[in-house]
């Protein structure tokens, strides 16, 4: 029979060499009858090799390597002699073995098999083998070389799961038995379903989807059964009850033989792309009126002109709606032939050499037939296949640009005579270097400097000797050169060398490169300024001296009560430190928790512009005691007039009403006294006029005796004196 070497592919140099030699056996024992040479070279090689070999002659094991006897679990080689193949193949592969084995003896090739071995250990694993056959003394014996891939099948199959599920990037895996039970998963999956792995291993597919989405899923899950894989979208079940959207893939597990094993499952979680499709259609209509505000031209078209999107804008122009105009081309809208072969042109080159254009100026005759100048960017657009089939655009409306351009020179020119003439402020030109390089009246006003005295020379002539030293002129333009401008307040030097307050803004300016081609400086003489806030300065001073100075408490706190400044008189008043009362509550120390609510009234009386006048509020002093406070209280407002806080001016008159009362009580004591001083002097008067009236009545009575007497002798011819 001849003689058949099949080389394993991955095995070892040695285990080639080995099967090489055992078939060699019989011709070396012809030269050397007892072949010890050959026999101990083969032991050698065998026992060396890290494939397994065995050696089955009559249909039972005589020899096997240890590596073998590792591979099969066995702790001896005893274990192994005398048993068939059909003892260490897996009952499934029997078929196959019984189909190899005749092939092997016939002295045919066997490919190289992948099969499964029940290990000794009762472990069944995946081997790799192939096999030869040689004619010895005793008859056909059959060379075996296993290996064990069972890690290498397992990494393959991880490998092949990773590979599928970064090609759908589903980041959720999980391996599932026959049975549809979890077997293993990775922490996304299981914290998606909100439960730990450990939860879940052992138990159904079906505990994690939403009961209404049951059926959806066993669909698919019959579907990956007949076509190997199926993918669809369903609600899951977290633990906690609450629901989230998943998308699956469920991939058959089969082995080398057809039969199934499981399946693999790969999820993620969808819930925000849910909630973002959602999301999206709102967007897509707020896209659409966004497009549809924008005064610019927004349009796409496609291949053939017709445009597949316009704005508003756009079917302005052509005196129709964005609905109308969809679907139709330049040519339906316009009857200029040349703007239609223009756009067509220009169209299509963007889209042929997928780059973007800027067409700085374009005309367009709008729907009343008026001429509009538009500048326009137009970009290739890519559809979903990758092929650049329609043109994007934005062009924007210049046509007043452009009628403004000839005013703008015009501008420009008056621009320049009106900086010559300014004298308010020194407005110059500074080259790179900072040497002045024009002049114009304001300079010369402020600086003393006329222009053929100073242009050519350096800036650094406007500052004081200690800023020069300093090196400051050089500074600022580095400055301006880095941010773009820089500013600032300080003294400058006149011709004469006088001082002045000046407030200065430097500005670097560049060309369309970038390049850094000078700088304008602008001047301002703030000389009266700077003084008016140093008096200012000075007044703010002694108001405050004249505040702490005074007898009365000033406070002065915010709209919501909150103390913001506080006086000395105000901390006797109150028996209380700066410290201890800033940030305070105004009504919480000033009045009673009872009078809260009438102060609170009073104060948003003040902050809508009326003014409280000698208000009194009593004071707590602690102790349960209190005393009397007369406040004169208005807002502080602001530049607008708007209201910022609100100043209260008090004093303790609580002495003063003490006195009031008692003057009151001696003014009554007075009224009674004079009523009494009154009634006396009325009763007097009456006493002393009935005292005349008795008086008087004797003496009438006797002056009319006297009367009657003088008249009787008078009448007898008597003298009076008789």
């Keep these: 029979m001849p003689i058949t070497i099949v080389a ?112 000794f250990a009762s472990r069944t694993i995946d081997v ?30 991880k490998l092949e799961e990773s590979h599928l599920a970064l090609s759908h990037a589903m980041p959720g895996v999980s391996r599932l038995d026959r049975d549809g039970r979890y077997l293993e998963m990775n922490d996304y999956y299981a914290q998606a379903t909100g439960r730990c792995a450990d939860e879940l291993i052992g138990r159904g597919w079906e505990e994690t989807v939403h009961m209404d989405d049951l059926s959806a899923a066993r669909a698919g899950y019959r579907l990956m059964l007949q076509e190997g894989q199926s993918e669809f979208c369903v609600r899951g079940l977290r633990k906690d009850g609450t629901v989230f959207h998943q998308q699956v893939l469920l991939v058959v597990r089969r082995d080398g033989e057809g039969r199934l094993q499981g399946h693999n499952c790969f999820m993620r979680d969808v819930t925000e792309h849910k909630r973002a499709e959602e999301r999206v259609q709102q967007s897509e209509s707020f896209l659409r009126q966004i497009i549809d505000t924008d005064p610019n031209f927004i349009f796409m078209k496609d291949r053939e002109g017709r445009f597949t999107l316009v704005n508003k804008a756009v079917a302005d122009a052509y005196g129709t709606t964005v609905e109308d105009l969809v679907g139709k081309t330049d040519a339906d809208s316009t009857a200029n032939a040349d703007e239609v072969a223009h756009f067509r042109l220009v169209d299509r080159a963007v889209m042929d050499s997928q780059r973007e254009c800027l067409i700085p100026e374009e005309r367009i ?37 452009k009628r403004a351009e000839d005013a703008r020179r015009a501008s ?66 580095t400055q301006a050169a880095a941010s773009g401008s820089v500013s ?116 948003d009386r003040v902050l809508d ?48 009403i003490q006195a009031e009362a008692q003057l009151q009580e001696l003014n009554k004591r007075l009224v009674a006294l004079a009523a009494d001083l009154e009634r006396v002097r009325e009763q007097e008067q009456k006493r002393i006029a009935r005292d005349l009236h008795d008086e008087l009545g004797h003496q009438l009575t006797a002056a009319k005796w006297d009367v009657s007497l003088l008249s009787a002798l008078l009448q007898a011819g008597g003298r009076p004196d008789q």
């Design 365 to 401: 005759t709008d729907a009343d037939g008026q001429v509009r100048w538009l500048q326009t960017v137009k970009r290739p657009f890519k559809g979903e296949d990758g092929r650049v089939d329609q043109v994007l655009g934005v062009s924007t409306d210049i046509t007043e640009r």
């Design 412 to 477: 420009d020119e008056r621009l320049q005579v009106f900086v010559k003439s300014v004298k308010d402020y020194a407005m110059l030109m500074l080259d790179r270097d900072g040497h002045v390089a024009t002049w114009n009246a304001g300079a010369e006003r402020i600086k003393g400097y006329q222009a053929e005295d100073i242009i050519g020379r350096e800036t650094a002539v406007f500052y004081p000797m200690e800023d020069r030293a300093a090196g400051h002129p050089a500074w600022l333009l």
């Design 609 to 656: 512009g009326e003014a409280i006048r000698g208000a009194q509020y009593p004071l707590p002093v602690g102790g349960g005691n209190e005393r009397i406070c007369s406040w004169n209280i208005d807002r502080l407002t602001n530049e607008k007039g708007g209201a910022i806080g609100l100043i209260a001016v008090g004093q303790d008159i609580t002495e003063q």
């Design 488 to 603: 600032e307040e300080g003294w400058r030097v006149r011709k004469d060398g006088t001082q002045f307050w000046a407030s200065v803004v430097i500005t670097a300016l560049y060309d369309d490169a970038r390049n850094l081609t000078g700088f304008a400086k602008i001047t301002r003489d703030l000389t009266e300024r700077k003084l008016s806030e140093e008096m200012i300065a000075r007044s703010e001073r002694q108001c405050r001296a004249l505040v702490e100075a005074a007898g009365s408490a000033i406070v002065s706190f915010f709209p919501d009560g909150r103390i913001m400044a506080w006086n000395k008189a105000a901390e006797q008043l109150f028996g209380k430190t700066r410290a201890e009362i800033m940030g305070a509550n105004f009504l919480d120390l000033c009045v009673p928790p009872r009078a809260h609510r009438d102060l609170r009234t009073a104060l």
């Design 128 to 157: 790799e083998t192939i096999a030869t056959c040689y004619n010895g003394p005793s008859g056909p014996a059959a060379l075996m070389i296993l290996r064990d891939i069972t890690e290498r099948k397992k990494m393959q199959a």
């Design 8 to 119: 394993l592919v991955g095995c070892s140099a040695v285990v080639l060499l080995l099967v090489y030699m055992w078939n060699s056996r019989a011709a070396v024992r012809q030269a050397s009858p007892d072949g010890r040479v050959c026999a101990e070279q083969f032991r050698l090689l065998a026992e060396a090799s890290p494939d397994g070999l065995l050696i089955n002659r009559s249909g039972v094991y005589v020899y096997a390597n240890p590596a073998a006897v590792a591979l099969l679990g066995a702790t001896s080689l005893e274990q192994i002699i005398g048993k068939t193949p059909f003892d260490l193949i897996h009952p499934g592969d029997h078929a196959a073995v019984k189909e190899r084995y005749a092939a092997i003896l016939q002295g045919r090739s066997v490919p190289l098999k992948e099969m499964r071995v029940v290990t």
